[in-house]
């Protein structure tokens, strides 16, 4: 019934635009009825392919208490902990009383954040410089207590955890996306040797020479729980104060906000409740660029000397990769970036056998002074993808080698890409992935242009997922005459597990 109801709503919709002819109309309407109905008597392949035994091993995994099951820091799968193991972990982490405070009264104070924060955004309302329905949208409403997770790093000794602070439903998370909006033409200013992802990367370095050269990475441990919050902030403000760019709120508010949103949060583990003071925990909307901040303050200030002298200098988020020239001692480098604040520790990493990585990109020493690259995977990676018999959309299945492909082309060098795109085909293979599936979505595209003559307009029809053999041959057809009968629609056909 409910989905007789979405094929009468898709065909309402397009009664009020002018068809071809009548004809096309009694076409149209004949056709939404035939799929319809066909899709209505399609039989699912209801099989499951988990046994009984499957089923009551997951079930006692559901009902074990003594484990956490989570995912690892990067990448994907799954990570079964001891839960007695995990919490002493996780309250390892929050004795450090120089970031994190255990409050005497245990209970939940987020109707005193919501009130810090409500104050000055009505503040700047009353002053004309928000709208009411941007108050509305920022002001905080049905926020819950937020909470504080660990995520194991599998790829490290021990497995130490990296502690996430879930701020989705949190008084400021609204207040913060907004900040993030309007600090970020202050970033673009002021932070310039920034790497947005591995393709901006390779663009500049692809012409890199780097003979008679030396080449070393920096890792800044923990970044982001030491980002000293306070001197940040005060940077930000100082270095907007000497540009002409304008926000859309004064500094002093500005400040105010951003301190609000990221300082003094309580917090709850299991039971307790804490309070996080001057760092900032991964989560927050605003994390990634406090952290650009001070270090964009670190490279204008103290280290300016060592970042001039350099080839070469680029920074993602807490890595950063140096070529310097010979004559330079990488060790006092690294003493230098120490030195700089003592919230802040570098590491330092040099080559290897003429290797050294800087994101997912392994970088080898060629004896004409070029660099080749290739791919660099942590020994923990499990390549997981969808199996190709799995019971999802085809396009699910085809964009995974359209994006590795186009990344392969785009990001290794030429020497390496047909490597890396024989490594792409065996490793879906393993997945039931056909040879000629893969194939032919490894093949470019070509961006068809169209001369829009008339306005199109969006209308919806939301299918229950079948498989993709009964699914695709509806959309196709309804698409296909929709587009033949009526010019002016653009139909927008998407499947969903249940349809409501």
């Given at each position: 019934?409910?989905?007789?109801i979405?094929?009468?709503?898709?065909?309402a919709?397009?009664?009020?635009?002018?068809?071809?002819s009548?004809?096309?109309?009694e076409?149209?309407?004949?056709?939404?009825?035939?799929?319809?109905?066909?899709?209505?008597n399609?039989?699912?392949?209801?099989?499951s392919?988990?046994?009984?035994?499957?089923?009551?091993?997951l079930?006692?995994?559901?009902?074990?208490?003594?484990?956490?099951?989570?995912?690892?820091?990067?990448?994907?799968?799954?990570?079964?902990?001891?839960?007695?193991?995990y919490?002493?972990?996780?309250?390892?982490i929050l004795c450090?009383?120089?970031?994190?405070?255990?409050?005497?009264?245990?209970?939940?104070?987020?109707?005193?954040?919501?009130?810090?924060?409500?104050?000055p955004?009505?503040?700047?309302?009353?002053?004309?410089?928000?709208?009411?329905?941007?108050?509305?949208?920022?002001?905080?409403?049905?926020?819950t207590?937020?909470?504080?997770?660990?995520?194991?790093?599998?790829?490290?000794?021990?497995?130490?955890?990296?502690?996430?602070?879930?701020?989705?439903?949190?008084?400021?998370?609204?207040?913060?996306?907004?900040?993030?909006?309007?600090?970020?033409?202050?970033?673009?200013?002021?932070?310039?040797?920034?790497?947005?992802?591995?393709?901006?990367?390779?663009?500049k370095?692809?012409?890199?020479?780097?003979?008679?050269?030396?080449?070393?990475?920096?890792?800044?441990?923990?970044?982001?729980t030491?980002?000293?919050?306070?001197?940040?902030?005060?940077?930000?403000c100082?270095?907007?104060?000497?540009?002409n760019?304008?926000?859309?709120?004064?500094?002093?508010?500005?400040?105010?906000?951003?301190?609000?949103?990221?300082?003094?949060?309580?917090?709850?583990?299991?039971?307790?409740?804490?309070?996080?003071?001057?760092?900032?925990?991964?989560?927050?909307?605003?994390?990634?660029?406090?952290?650009?901040?001070?270090?964009?303050?670190?490279?204008?200030g103290p280290?300016?000397?060592?970042?001039?002298?350099?080839?070469?200098?680029?920074?993602?988020?807490?890595?950063?990769?140096?070529?310097?020239?010979?004559?330079?001692n990488?060790?006092?480098?690294?003493?230098?970036?120490?030195?700089?604040?003592?919230s802040?520790?570098?590491?330092?990493?040099?080559?290897?056998?003429?290797?050294?990585?800087?994101?997912?990109?392994?970088?080898?020493?060629?004896?004409?002074?070029?660099?080749?690259?290739?791919?660099?995977?942590?020994?923990?990676?499990?390549?997981?993808y969808?199996?190709?018999?799995?019971a999802?959309?085809?396009?699910?299945?085809?964009?995974?080698?359209?994006?590795?492909?186009?990344?392969s082309?785009?990001?290794?060098?030429?020497?390496?890409?047909?490597?890396?795109?024989?490594?792409?085909?065996?490793?879906?293979?393993m997945?039931?992935?056909?040879l000629?599936?893969?194939?032919?979505?490894?093949?470019?595209?070509?961006?068809?242009?169209?001369?829009?003559?008339?306005?199109?307009?969006p209308?919806?029809l939301?299918?229950?997922?079948?498989?993709?053999?009964?699914?695709?041959?509806?959309?196709?057809?309804?698409r296909?005459?929709?587009?033949?009968?009526?010019p002016q629609?653009?139909?927008i056909?998407?499947?969903?597990t249940?349809?409501?």
């Open positions: 019934m409910d989905l007789e979405h094929f009468g709503n898709l065909y919709y397009i009664q009020d635009l002018v068809p071809l009548y004809d096309d109309v076409r149209l309407k004949s056709t939404l009825v035939d799929c319809c109905f066909n899709y209505i399609s039989r699912q392949d209801s099989r392919i988990l046994t009984k035994k499957h089923k009551e091993g079930h006692q995994l559901k009902v074990n208490h003594n484990l956490i099951i989570s995912w690892p820091d990067k990448g994907s799968g799954v990570v079964f902990m001891d839960r007695k193991k919490l002493e972990k996780m309250n390892a450090d009383e120089t970031k994190f405070q255990k409050l005497i009264v245990q209970n939940d104070t987020s109707n005193n954040t919501k009130k810090q924060l409500t104050d955004l009505k503040k700047i309302k009353q002053q004309g410089l928000i709208s009411e329905s941007l108050f509305e949208k920022l002001k905080p409403t049905g926020t207590t937020l909470r504080i997770y660990g995520l194991p790093k599998i790829y490290e000794n021990g497995l130490p955890l990296r502690q996430i602070l879930d701020m989705t439903n949190s008084a400021s998370h609204s207040t913060a996306k907004w900040l993030v909006k309007i600090l970020k033409p202050l970033h673009r200013e002021i932070v310039k040797h920034i790497v947005k992802d591995s393709f901006e990367y390779v663009n370095i692809k012409d890199l020479r780097v003979e008679n050269k030396s080449i070393i990475s920096l890792d800044a441990s923990s970044l982001f030491n980002v000293p919050l306070l001197v940040t902030v005060d940077s930000i100082s270095e907007h104060n000497k540009t760019i304008k926000t859309e709120v004064p500094v002093s508010t500005l400040k105010q906000l951003i301190l609000r949103c990221t300082m003094n949060v309580n917090f709850q583990l299991t039971n307790e409740f804490y309070r996080q003071s001057d760092s900032v925990s991964m989560g927050p909307p605003l994390r990634p660029l406090l952290a650009d901040f001070i270090l964009s303050k670190v490279e204008g280290l300016i000397n060592e970042i001039s002298q350099s080839t070469f200098y680029s920074l993602y988020v807490d890595d950063t990769f140096i070529v310097l020239t010979d004559k330079i990488t060790i006092k480098i690294l003493e230098r970036f120490n030195n700089v604040h003592p802040i520790t570098f590491t330092l990493e040099k080559e290897h056998n003429d290797n050294i990585s800087f994101l997912d990109i392994l970088l080898t020493r060629k004896t004409d002074g070029t660099l080749k690259r290739s791919i660099h995977r942590k020994s923990t990676s499990v390549c997981q969808t199996h190709f018999y799995s999802v959309l085809l396009r699910y299945k085809r964009n995974p080698v359209k994006s590795l492909t186009h990344r082309r785009w990001i290794f060098s030429e020497d390496t890409v047909e490597e890396k795109l024989s490594t792409i085909r065996n490793m879906l293979s997945k039931a992935y056909l000629k599936f893969i194939n032919k979505s490894m093949m470019p595209t070509k961006k068809k242009s169209e001369n829009v003559t008339v306005h199109k307009k209308i919806f939301k299918l229950r997922f079948l498989d993709n053999n009964i699914s695709e041959i509806a959309k196709q057809r309804i296909k005459c929709c587009k033949r009968r009526l629609p653009n139909c056909l998407y499947s969903t249940t349809v409501s």
